[in-house]
């Protein structure tokens, strides 16, 4: 039943221009009714590989229309997260492929792909630090296309903004387990 309540609900939001409000509205609704599965299924997946079209001249990288046209909207993303020496707060950056970034070695000459996403947590867990978490995850947020220079000076072109219920707290044996994993073994 929850799979095609939201199949029917997600089909008919996503032809209103409305539909982000009333997207959230149905994912609040099927949340409580438990259907996360459901849920999934109904928000479209965009492949980080639509992102850019095939370089063919001297123009180099172009969005694709299909990503431009999810700019706003609620999406499915399915990716790698970048494992950096050292996590920022409050977000963290999504890869097509697994890649480890040596930001004090190497600066910003590192091997992120032109379609990584810079991943936000909820506004209230901004000072939240996520831990790497290897092979792929599936996050589904509000993404925005746009040049945006971070903090930290780096560029990104895509955002993925998760909502709250998204990232939860640790507690503290995974804490312990997370800092047991940063130690430098040989």
Known sequence: MCRSI?????????????GRLLRAALTTL??????A????????????TEFFRPVKSAVGLAMTDKL?????????????MVQQ????????????RPVVMSEHADGQADDLPPSAV???LDKSQQDWVVPHTRGLIALTGELHVARLEEADG???????????????????AEIARYLETLEHKH
């Not at 599965?37 to 980080?48: C, G, N, T, W």
């Not at 431009?68 to 790698?80: K, S």
């Open 6 to 18: 939201a199949f029917f609900l997600g089909s008919a939001l996503s032809r209103l221009r409305s």
């Open 30 to 35: 099927l949340a409580g009714l438990g259907c």
């Open 37 to 48: 599965a459901a849920l999934a299924q109904s928000v479209p997946e965009l492949r980080l």
């Open 68 to 80: 431009l046209a999810a700019n706003g909207q609620t999406v499915r993303l399915v990716g790698y």
């Open 85 to 96: 020496e050292r996590a920022q707060p409050g977000r963290f950056i999504l890869s097509p």
């Open 118 to 120: 810079t991943v936000y």
């Open 154 to 172: 780096r560029v990104s072109w895509v955002r993925l903004q998760l909502p709250s219920q998204a990232a939860r707290s640790m507690d503290g």
